[in-house]
């Protein structure tokens, strides 16, 4: 992959990252970030707080937007920040969506910075989270830097 692999402007859309959840994986990633809160891992439990399963774990989703808020723009891009609010929980078996749409773009520290409205849906059309990025990405002049 070359170290940029597109140039934001206003209007872009992101390519779609498509995640099929499963229980293992929330599983193994409530034990990877040390999140020990039963909703994560425990059917009954989770049911016993009014969700239908186990929940997705609200990292787990800033993992997927993440993803998805760098996916075009190569492995020299990075988050700035981050923000986002969980509208509806997923569970196991939900097919995760993450779409956006650059917004604004900027410059700073001869960095392109692009902000992304980003959008996740779980199966049915069921909007899961709203966020905000912002990426920094490097500029064609400053690409091949630091190399």
């Known amino acids: 992959m070359s170290p940029v692999t597109a140039t934001p402007y ?3 859309r992101i390519p779609d990252i498509v995640t099929e959840i499963t229980t293992a994986q929330l599983f193994l990633f409530s034990a990877a970030t040390w ?7 425990d ?4 049911q016993s707080e009014q969700f239908e399963d186990v929940v997705v774990q609200s990292h787990l989703h800033a993992c997927l937007l993440s993803q998805a808020a760098l996916a075009p ?3 020299g891009a990075t988050i700035r920040s981050i923000s986002w609010q969980n509208r509806a929980p997923a569970y196991p078996g939900d097919t995760l969506v993450v779409s956006g749409e650059v917004t604004e773009v900027g410059e700073a520290d001869g960095r392109v910075l692009a902000t ?3 959008l996740e849906h779980r199966s049915g059309n069921i909007v899961c989270v709203r966020a ?3 990426v920094a990405v490097p ?3 400053t ?3 630091g190399a």
């Open 35 to 41: 999140n020990p809160h039963r909703i994560h891992y």
């Open 43 to 46: 059917k009954p439990y989770a």
């Open 143 to 145: 690409a091949g830097e």
């Open 73 to 75: 723009f190569g492995p």
């Open 132 to 134: 905000t990025a912002t």
């Open 10 to 12: 206003v209007g872009m």
């Open 139 to 141: 500029s064609m002049s």
């Open 116 to 118: 992304i409205a980003l």
